[in-house]
């Protein structure tokens, strides 16, 4: 094993409960791009903002114009290296809780139990009016069937599930209001830009770091501050932070060690590691 690695196993074993905070690096094996580049600047438009997507009907429709063609990838990824790892080191007892600030809802369907999806979930749609929510399939069957030829069109895929479809009059694509009251505005059940976290999943989180030895970022930059405060806690806390990331992070100068690797071939090392006897010793 690489020394790096073996550092990271050995972090893991001194801090046996470690929160662990998961970004868009998790998923790119799963055929989900990621935001931002080695540097932590967009690789593409930043994306959609609350005050926009609300505000201004022309801009809703040209999020769901794009929308409806990325979600053909949300909804056909699969858990990948990164997301099966973190079930196992869940099931292995080395997680306090798994923060993400992923929408995909990839690390429940690889088995993890003990998480918050910090920015909401892709594959729910909210009613502004009565909170009411739906299933993003069937929101999206009524975009078809309200915008016929629309499905034909191709894209590239962000992490968000928006697509970079441009060039196009979106004004002909029809936006239906909630089919369950008839009046109210839908949006994805996720957090935008210039959106406020929901207080009871920060709180949760708090007290899931206060109760954790340690923190493990996992294919995160942290440029987005809703994660980053978590790692500023920590740091205030005297609780170490190990990342895992390809390119620099907002934390750099927080952190006890860095791994620029792949996330999920050194997640899966990782828990291969703490999988072993507790007799073999990896230090």
């Known amino acids: 094993m690489p020394a790096d690695l073996h550092a990271l196993a050995a972090f893991a074993r001194r801090h046996p409960r470690l929160l662990v905070l998961t970004g868009a690096g ?14 932590g600047q967009w690789k593409r438009a930043p994306p959609m ?9 022309h801009a ?7 929308s409806l063609i990325g979600w053909r990838v949300m909804s056909a990824a699969r858990p990948g290296p990164a997301h099966r790892a973190l079930a196992r080191l869940e099931a292995a007892g080395h997680v306090e809780l798994l923060l993400t600030q992923n929408v995909d809802g990839l690390h429940g369907a690889a088995g993890s ?19 009411a929510r739906l299933p993003r399939a069937d929101w999206q069957a009524l975009l078809h069937t309200r915008n016929p030829g629309w499905q ?33 505005l839908l949006k994805p059940d996720v957090v935008f ?4 976290v929901p207080r009871p999943r920060v709180d949760a989180a708090f007290a899931a770091l206060q109760r954790a030895d340690a923190l493990l970022v ?4 942290l440029m987005v501050y809703s994660g980053y405060r978590f790692a500023q806690a920590a740091a205030t806390a005297g609780k170490p932070i190990a990342a895992i990331n390809l390119g620099r992070t907002r934390a750099d100068e927080l952190l006890a060690l860095k791994l620029e690797q792949p996330v999920g ?12 006897r507790p007799s073999v010793s990896i230090a």
Not at 49 to 57: L, M, P, R, S
């Open 152 to 184: 034909r069109h191709q894209a590239a895929t962000a992490p968000d599930g928006d697509a970079d479809l441009d060039g196009l009059d979106f004004s002909t694509f029809e936006v239906p209001d909630c089919p369950r009251c008839g009046t109210g």
């Open 113 to 131: 139990r003990r998480v918050i999806d910090l920015h909401g979930r892709i594959d729910t749609v909210v009613c502004l009016a009565r909170q």
């Open 265 to 276: 071939a050194a997640l899966q090392a990782l828990a291969e590691a703490l999988e072993q």
């Open 60 to 66: 809703r429709q040209r999020y769901w114009a794009r």
């Open 193 to 196: 830009f210039g959106e406020s």
């Open 218 to 221: 996992a294919g995160s930059s």
């Open 26 to 39: 998790c998923s790119t094996d799963s055929g989900i791009p990621d935001y931002r580049d080695a540097q």
């Open 49 to 57: 903002t609350y005050q926009a997507f609300t505000g201004d009907a």
